[in-house]
């Protein structure tokens, strides 16, 4: 599809395996895009990039900031803020894989650096563009669930866990386990068909009960496995969040669990709720009436199958070319498109449960950027160097 203007040059920062799948999907897109260099500290990545691409690699992200109108970054978490802050000072756009940082503060760093940029900032939850996703938010926005109550939300793995020794495993890089890594889609969504409510409590358990085992037992597993000392974060997580108006969300997430997998979400409301499932897009809208005799109806919908991270770089273009004929600033209210204050707010939501699992209890969250205190429970609006037990 041409719009009549210049490509959009693309470059990407962080060239494994999920830089390379973003690259498939980029070179297929119909807008006008042009793939410009990717960068990478790692000399054999750069080397496997360019022989599969043919294009310009670079070890210095300034380097490639030069050739690009907009990056994609896709490194281990703890470098993000490294390559987002860069580029947005740069007033490039930004695609930041989730999640937004590696801590909450990161992230606070991050989120200010996109307030000061004229670049655009998306963050890659990719599962708000799954067309199951996009037919149950149409159906709740014509106001066909009444109040949308309370979202049960569930990435469980039955055994899932990365290479051990990889940076999903290593806390120092990652910032944590299966909650920072698959917990951040599943808050995110959750949010997402609630309408992004303000965050109120958090209470939450993080597990490691079967990383660190000699005997851990896998049928596969994605990298190369160095054994129980190379893994020191959660494997599972169980949480609630209370948000305002008593929006609720319960979450289960698991890199491995002794129960079958799990990738499907609960949406109640008041005048009807739903199932679907992340993985095959069923989806099925449950509701009652007393029309013609009181009964209870089961609608099961069918949803094309479709790429969510190639309609997510899509939407980062689209957006980008709006920016530049000045028919609007950012992606939000035309598209799905995850902020950078939805980003935040999911990294506090985290940030919560980990706290409320070493704590032992609730954590207060702030709302609309000021404590909300609670009797008994921990305020986040003090620093964390400065809590005391």
Known sequence: MSTGQEPVRVGLVGLGNIGHHHVDRLLEQELEVELVGGMDVASEARERFADRYGVEVYDDHHDLYDAADAVIVTTPNRFHEEYAVAALERDLHVLLEKPLGHTLESAR???????????????????????????????????????????????????????????????????????????????????????????????????SQFGHREDYAYLEMWGDDAGPDAFDVDDSASAFVRCGDDRTISLEVAWATNRPPTHEFVVRGTEAAAIFDLLTDELTIYSASKSGGDHTIDETIETRENDSHADEQAAFLEAILANRSGTRRDAEGRTPAGTVENGLIVQRIVDGIYRSSDRGGTISLEASGESVPLKGVEDESVPLEERQD
């Open 109 to 207: 760093r991050i989120a200010a650096a996109a307030a000061d940029s004229t670049g655009l900032t998306m963050v890659g939850f990719n599962n708000r563009f799954l067309n199951a996703v996009a037919v149950l938010r149409d159906r709740i926005g014509r106001g066909e669930f009444g109040e949308v109550t309370h979202v049960e939300a569930n990435y469980v793995r039955r055994r899932g866990i990365p290479g051990r020794g990889s940076w999903f495993t290593r806390k120092e890089v990652s910032g944590g386990g299966a909650l920072i890594d698959l917990g951040v889609h599943a808050i995110d969504l959750g949010m997402y068909l609630l309408d992004y409510p303000d965050p109120v409590e958090v209470s939450g358990v993080t597990r």
